[in-house]
């Protein structure tokens, strides 16, 4: 079981004097990777209506996504998280690795509420990700989001 209450106070800790949102993304991708154990732990960057590949942690993956397409996109149009228990259930699922077999996906949103950007992590188990963790990730989300 994760301890979310210390995984969310190191990532305060990155997240606190640093300014570069690139830099920030990055530790907190290794961060999270390296707490939890799954498959891909990564960003998306919305650039325009693309969300693309930003700092991760884990196998190659989609350059990428359009707003709306796969899990990223579909969390980003939507603002809000998704949680799939099996990405073959997904009408549109974009497979950037064929290992994945779960996935959480939390939208980052600025002040006004616009998405800047997704937090993607992907499992190699089927219904890896619990509400337990869609309210941490969420939380830890709002964190990172500070930075834009």
Avoid at 23 to 31: E, I, S
Avoid at 52 to 64: D, E, I, S, T
Avoid at 94 to 111: F, G, H, Q, W, Y
Wanted: with cysteine; aromatic share 6%.
């Amino acid at each position: 079981m994760t301890d979310y209450n210390t995984l969310t106070r190191q990532i305060e800790s990155l997240v606190a004097d640093e300014h570069d949102t690139t830099a920030v993304m990055a530790n907190v991708a290794a961060a999270l990777h390296h707490a939890l154990g799954h498959h891909w732990t990564g960003f998306y960057v919305m650039q325009g209506d693309t969300l693309v590949l930003g700092p991760f942690q884990g196998p190659v993956a989609c350059y990428r996504i359009g707003r709306g397409k796969g899990v990223c996109g579909h969390a980003a149009e939507t603002r809000q998280t998704v949680v799939v228990p099996d990405v073959e259930q997904f009408p549109g699922h974009i497979a950037c690795s064929t290992l994945s077999r779960s996935e959480i996906v939390v939208p980052l949103k600025d002040a006004q509420g616009e998405v800047r950007a997704v937090l993607d992590i992907d499992s190699t188990q089927l219904d890896a990700f619990s509400e337990t963790d869609r309210i941490a990730l969420e939380h830890i989300a709002d964190i990172v989001a500070r930075m834009f």
